[in-house]
């Protein structure tokens, strides 16, 4: 069965794709919590980091590295930060691993 990140990027769902590469997808957050709040995900589902294996390694790795490029095509010049929701207590609620990029504003710091 598909996830929701996969019917997604499958047309399946409607969102705007904002970046997509062979490995990784970003689309905005239908629930924004902050001026710019954009979800990258691999195309390939993780279904959370901590079931991450070694042979992610190459896509986590990936995620990583387009997470400045997905930025500057939101205009996060000034900063942004990333967030990983694992599991109930963190908030999960789409088991498809995602990173969180926020950012467009001062975001404020302890989160909670
Ligand atoms: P999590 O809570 O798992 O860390 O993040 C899941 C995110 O997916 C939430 O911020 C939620 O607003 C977002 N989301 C849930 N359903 C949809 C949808 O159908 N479209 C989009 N664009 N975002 C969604």
Not at 35 to 52: C, G, N, T, W
Not at 96 to 109: D, N, V, Y
Request: glycine letters at 8%.
């Amino acid at each position: 069965m598909k996830t929701l990140f996969e019917k997604i990027v499958d047309g399946e769902i409607p969102a705007k794709i904002i970046y997509q590469d062979d490995i990784c997808a970003a689309i905005n957050d239908i629930n924004p919590q902050a001026p710019v709040h954009v979800l990258l995900f691999p195309k390939k589902p993780i279904e959370r980091l901590s079931k991450a294996e070694q042979s992610d390694a190459d896509t986590l790795a990936h995620l990583m590295l387009t997470v400045p490029n997905v930025a500057k095509i939101c205009g996060l010049d000034n900063g942004f930060r990333v967030v990983i929701n694992n599991g109930k207590d963190a908030g999960e609620t789409v088991p498809h691993m995602h990173i969180h990029i926020l950012g467009g504003t001062t975001l404020g710091w302890p989160p909670c």
